[in-house]
């Protein structure tokens, strides 16, 4: 059995990765973490500014997005989330609100 997991606030979402070895929490204490399935071990942390309501994982598995209370989407590059204690969101230039167009792919 798994222990639990958890955070100083209410968990607003929780996400596999595509290959299931993973999960991304995202809290109410404006924290983001990821999570070991297996084990329960937590190997990522960092936060926010603001409440932060969303954390996924891209398709691929490359990429966290993260929506806030602030009205931020910041993308993070988990390859470089490994080698920072303080993570920095990536530039990314596609993401939109219109309906009709969507982020690029990996």
């Not at 968990?11 to 990765?17: N, T």
Request: hydrophobic share 40%; net charge positive; aromatic share 10%.
């Amino acid at each position: 059995v798994m222990p639990a997991l958890r955070h100083g606030g209410t968990v607003g979402s929780l996400h596999f990765s595509s290959d299931g070895k993973r999960l991304v929490t995202a809290a109410w204490d404006s924290a983001v973490r990821v999570w070991d399935a297996h084990t329960g071990e937590m190997l990522l942390a960092w936060g926010h500014n603001a409440t932060t309501f969303h954390a996924e994982f891209s398709p691929g598995g490359r990429f966290i997005a993260t929506a806030c209370a602030d009205g931020a989407i910041r993308v993070f590059d988990v390859r470089r989330c490994w080698q920072s204690t303080a993570p920095q969101p990536v530039y990314w230039p596609q993401i939109t609100t219109r309906p009709e167009r969507s982020i690029r792919s990996e």
